[in-house]
Every structure is written in structure tokens, then in C-alpha cells.
């Protein structure tokens, strides 16, 4: 039966019913070596005096305070010499009066004394000492128990342990200190399309990489928790209850990611229905709305997270890392959220809390703008390529262009790139990038990138061929590079030119519509079209996959080194990287553009100088410096 998604909970009810949950371990007890970073579970007290006994705090002579007083400059005292102590030793000399016996700082006060004269206030003759300045009772001394003393409280239960207090654990002889379990979180990752890194992979089977289990364990960590990873679970009910019953004995947090959506075949929520209780099966917000929240057996906590990564990795940062921090004693991280201006006019309407991923760049006056990084749950590049997210409450239909938003950054440690770039995707540029202090760079394509320069959000857009338009932009620099038809080594299909690909039984795959390669190639096929006196249209269609785009510039290279495609278009740098053949159409021009107020920016000049100087250029193949 199809479970249907019927009234969504609220975030605040998903919070709720999350801290309901018992993730709280019980507490164990750790090495001081091993205790940074932990959260004391009960209070520590001071079983002895720190420091243990009195002790000189300069290095000088102890004495009897009485015996200088009086003595100044003009008038000074003289005391006999009877002895020294050193750190770390008992003395064995008594301080009689008008006696003294000289200290090292840190060194136990010898009996008699009660005061310590600084070096820099006496001069030694022969055995005597001749003191300049009087003292008073404890000057220069550390008591007893001054640091601590026995029987105070040194540390309290809910304590983060740093090297401060391990410092003071130290002192105190601790060697075993009470602290809070890690809560135990048990990972387990759905669905029969996926495969663990490092498996072989069967793109053609619809097989993808299993990120979800890496990129949670990474999350839990993070949190305060321990991960343990469980192996691959398909969408087969006896599977998947048996790896969640044994996940629930060993963990205090069960998650999952996928098979929570409505389907048939996503059969968790009818395993915690059985053996638990499902307390919570969607929640209003975008990403994330299929999530499950319930427990298994003797009441483990259960969280069932979306498939795609960014809604997963975005469902627990904001729901359930939350609740494994409060588990393992730790504090909110610091706060980290900044204040920005919308670059762009985003539109929205879905009735959902919106959890927007965004990215960041400062624009050439010293404002930091926000723009969405919206690739689609299922992308894991918008992992990577967003900074924050800003939080869009149900009832907002729209973000203007120029509203001030709140982003709530991923860590206090993000910080935006220095250089953003959108565009072409090129094996020069991703080299010439290499050498640009923090670039971020989005290969949308060379249309988009003229589009966000228009918009203002990048810093620079790298259009590939004569297809500038209006747009006011600073060139910084431009290469040629040469691009045609890649086909195997030994080219089966004899293919010489663009004919071939109208009139021959060749598969061909292309690149998206962004592309400016692709646009090259519709300009080829027009101009061959003229020639036969037939539309453009028609040449087209005879193409077999022309309507076949591939995103990246080595995509299309790469279906025919596997086998799925007999020409593709691509680059002649590209071909004699994979070994593979290569038909010469032209060259096409690479056009570095920049935003004209912000050629001023440091990573924009730093670009524009690599450009007239890099040697990169010189080691492709098919590759000039226009």
C-alpha cells in the first residue's frame, strides 16, 4: 500500500519530537590522555592541596619578614647565609632569625621562613646577605592549596575538557576522570542503486556512489558522536529489518537515508510501524520533507533521512545534529551567521519552509552578496559550493533583489572565496584556477555565466566562442583552443568530418545546451546546411544523439572510451589525454570577462595576471594564448 505524506509537521514539531528521543549513553570513564575534547559527567573535587606546600614565587632568599624591616637603600639589613633549596628538593636548612637561604622559584619554603626577598633587592658578600628592602609576611610565597584546596570543587559536571583543564586534572594526580558516553549512532544507507566507494561501479545499471553514509558519519563526528557504518541495505524488507534491529541493539541512533519517501518500495517506515513506533513520517521544510522520525525495539531512537545528499546532509544538520550535541553534553557551536544582500530576485511558493542553500561573494565596494546555490537535492556539488543556508519561512512568496537575508553559515569557519567565477568548463582554466588564492569556480556554462555576470553576482564569466552579447565586462585576457569529434584510437567508424555524423550509422553524443562548444557546432552544421541547401533542422534530426547533452567538457570523450557513444564532441587536449582519436573543426576562443567593478579586487588582478603569464597554455595540446 502507498504511504501518502499527509500533515506535514511543522520544524518546530520536528524539533520536538526529536528531543523526545533517549540518546543520552551512560557515562564511562577515560584516560587524562584521551580526555580532550570530552564533557565531564560528574563534579570533580579536590582530593589534595594545590600547590601541596609553600612554595617561593621568585627566585631570592628566603627569611623572616621581621628580620628586614627597616632595611632600604640608604640602611639596608644584613643576614647570615646558612644555605640554599632548589625546586624540586626538601630542605634541609631552617631559617633561624638572622639567617636567610637562598630560593629558586617553584622551591619549598624551608621552616622558619615566611617571606622571600627578591634577588634583584640583596648582594651577596661572603656569607652574608645584604638585604635593600624590607618585606612583609608572605610576600613573594605561594601558600598552600592557593591554586586549589583540598575538598573544593575544581571542575563541574558539563565541563568541555581542553588544555586548561587538563592542566589543572593534572596537578590534582587524576589519571581516570568520569565523562559523558558518546552517543552511538548507527548509519545505514537504502537503496538497491547504490554502491560503497571503492566497488566497482555500473553507471549503466543506474548505479550511483553511496555519499550519504560518508558525509552523515562525517556530521555525526562532528556532533559529538561515534558513527558505525552498517553494511549496504537494498530496498528488501528482511534485509533492511535485520540490519535495523542490530543497529538498534548496538547504537543509541538509529539513521537511514532514503527509501522515506511515499512509495511502494520504500518499505522502512512499515519496519518501525512493526517493531517500534513512528512518531513523526514528513515535515514541512524543502529540502527534506520525506523524513521519519520513530524507535525500534526497546525504545532506540530511530531518524529516518532523505536519500538525496544535500536534503540529507541539510535534515541533519538543522534536526538531528542538534539533538546528538544536547546527547553528548556538548554546547551549541558559536553562532555563525552573517548578514547579506540578495543578488538575485528568488522566487518561491510551496507552502514549505524553505532551507535554501546559498554561496557568498563580495562584491567590488566590500559587500558581502548572497545568491542560491540550487542544483537540486540529488546534486552533491551544492554541498561544496554553498557557504550557508538561509531559512525561508512558509508564507514568503518571494526574496527581492537587494533584501537584506540571514545565512546561517555551515561552520564559523566559512569564509567566502576570494575569486567567483561562472562559465565554460576548460582544462586551462582549471589550471590557471590552481593558482588563484580561494577560487570557487561553477561550470554552469558560458550563457549562464554572461547571465550572473549581467546579474552582478560573479566576479568573472568565461564565455567560450563569439557569443558576448551586450554584456559590459572587463576582458582580462582570452586562449584558443582547438575542438572537433572525438572518435576511438583507431577510428572504426572512418569518420573525417561533420558530414559523417549527418550521413553515417554513427551514435553521437553532444554537450548541454550551456555549452559554448555546442553552440559552435549548431553554427558548423548551419554553414553545412547552407551548403546542401537544406535547413539546419534537417541535418539535426539525421544526427543520431545530438539531443544527447553532456554537462562536462571530458564527458562526451569519456561514452566513447566506454563504448556507449562512436563520436563525441570535444576537445583535442581531451582525446590525447584518454588515448583516443580526434577530427579537427576549428578553434573556438575562451574569453575571461570581469564584473567592471570589481577589476580592483586582489584574486581578480591575480587572475588577469596569470593570464598574460602562465605557462599552463603551453602544455595542452590544441591550446594557444590569443
Given amino acids: 500500500m502507498r504511504k501518502q505524506f499527509r500533515d506535514l509537521a511543522s520544524p518546530a514539531e520536528a524539533r520536538e519530537t526529536i528531543a523526545s528521543l533517549e540518546l543520552t549513553p551512560e557515562a564511562e570513564f577515560v584516560r587524562l ?51 640554599a633549596v632548589h625546586a624540586g628538593a626538601e630542605p634541609d ?39 635593600y628592602k624590607a618585606v612583609a609576611p608572605g610576600d613573594s610565597v605561594m601558600p598552600a592549596g592557593t591554586d586549589i584546596a583540598a575538598g573544593a570543587r575544581a571542575l563541574g559536571p558539563g565541563t568541555r575538557i581542553t588544555p586548561r583543564e587538563i592542566g589543572l586534572l593534572s596537578a590534582l594526580g587524576l589519571d581516570e576522570l568520569p565523562v559523558r558516553g558518546k552517543p552511538v549512532v548507527g548509519i545505514i544507507s537504502t537503496g538497491d542503486e547504490l554502491v560503497r566507494p571503492g566497488e566497482t561501479l555500473r553507471p549503466e545499471t543506474g548505479q550511483i556512489y553511496d555519499v550519504n553514509s560518508y558525509t552523515i558519519a562525517a556530521g555525526v563526528e562532528e556532533a559529538g558522536g561515534v558513527p558505525k557504518l552498517y553494511p549496504h541495505a537494498g530496498d528488501d524488507y528482511d534485509e533492511m529489518e535485520r540490519l535495523l534491529r542490530q543497529a538498534a541493539d548496538e547504537c543509541d541512533l538509529v539513521l537511514s537515508s532514503g527509501s522515506t519517501s511515499a512509495s511502494a518500495v520504500d518499505v522502512i517506515y512499515q519496519v518501525v510501524e512493526e517493531r517500534g513506533e513512528l512518531l513523526l513520517h514528513g515535515v514541512s521544510v524543502k529540502p527534506g520533507k520525506p523524513m521519519l522520525v520513530g524507535t525500534l525495539g526497546e525504545g532506540s531512537a530511530y531518524i529516518g533521512l532523505p536519500g538525496y545528499p544535500v536534503s540529507a546532509l541539510t535534515i541533519f544538520r538543522t534536526f538531528v545534529a542538534p539533538a546528538i550535541r544536547d546527547a553528548a553534553g556538548l554546547a551549541e557551536p558559536q553562532t555563525a551567521t552573517i548578514e547579506g544582500t540578495m543578488a538575485v530576485r528568488e522566487r518561491y511558493a510551496e507552502g514549505r519552509t524553505r532551507l535554501m542553500p546559498v554561496g557568498l561573494v563580495v562584491d567590488g565596494a566590500g559587500e558581502m552578496l548572497v545568491y542560491p546555490v540550487d542544483k537540486g537535492s540529488g546534486a552533491t556539488t551544492s554541498l561544496v559550493e554553498a557557504d550557508g543556508v538561509v531559512e525561508v519561512p512558509a508564507d514568503v512568496e518571494y526574496i527581492a533583489d537587494g533584501e ?14 576570494e575569486l567567483l567565477g561562472v562559465g565554460e568548463d576548460d582544462p586551462a582554466l582549471s589550471r590557471l584556477l590552481d593558482r588563484v588564492p580561494s577560487p570557487r569556480y561553477l561550470a554552469l556554462g558560458s550563457r549562464e555565466g554572461l547571465r550572473r555576470l549581467r546579474d552582478g553576482i560573479p566576479d568573472v564569466a568565461v564565455v567560450a566562442g563569439d557569443n558576448r552579447g551586450d554584456t559590459d565586462a572587463v576582458e582580462l585576457g582570452s586562449w584558443t583552443r582547438e575542438w572537433g569529434l572525438v572518435v576511438p584510437a583507431d577510428n572504426p567508424a572512418d569518420v573525417t568530418g561533420l558530414a559523417d555524423l549527418v550521413d553515417g550509422d554513427v551514435r ?41 547533452g553532456t554537462k562536462a567538457f571530458e564527458s562526451p570523450a569519456r561514452a566513447v572510451q566506454a563504448g556507449r557513444a562512436d563520436v563525441g564532441l570535444g576537445l583535442r587536449e581531451t582525446a590525447e589525454t584518454l588515448g583516443l582519436g580526434f577530427v579537427s573543426l576549428g578553434t573556438q576562443q575562451v574569453t575571461v570577462l570581469a564584473d567592471p567593478d570589481r577589476t580592483e579586487k586582489t584574486s581578480v588582478q591575480s587572475l588577469s ?3 598574460t603569464t602562465s605557462d599552463v597554455f603551453d602544455s595542452l595540446a590544441g591550446y594557444e594564448r590569443a
Fill in 609 to 611: 595576471d596569470r593570464l
Fill in 404 to 417: 537584506t537575508v540571514s545565512v546561517q553559515l555551515f561552520s564559523p569557519d566559512v569564509r567566502p572565496p
Fill in 508 to 548: 553521437f553524443i553532444n554537450r548541454d545546451t550551456t555549452s559554448g562548444l555546442r553552440t559552435d557546432l549548431a553554427n558548423a552544421i548551419a554553414a553545412l546546411a547552407d551548403e546542401r541547401g537544406q535547413t539546419r533542422h534537417e541535418l539535426v534530426e539525421a544526427i543520431d544523439g545530438f539531443n544527447r
Fill in 93 to 131: 636548612v631552617e631559617v633561624e632569625p638572622g639567617t636567610a637561604v637562598e630560593i629558586s622559584t617553584g622551591a619549598v619554603m624551608p621552616p622558619g621562613a615566611d617571606a622571600v626577598v627578591i634577588v634583584e633587592r640583596t648582594d651577596e658578600r661572603d656569607d652574608s646577605l645584604v638585604v
Fill in 33 to 83: 590522555s584521551d580526555a580532550r575534547g570530552r564533557v565531564l559527567a560528574d563534579r570533580i573535587d579536590a582530593e589534595i592541596d594545590v600547590p601541596g606546600f609553600d612554595r617561593a614565587s621568585m627566585d631570592g632568599y628566603a627569611v623572616r619578614a621581621r628580620d628586614t624591616f627597616g632595611a632600604d637603600e640608604a640602611d639596608p639589613v644584613e643576614l647570615e647565609l646558612v644555605g
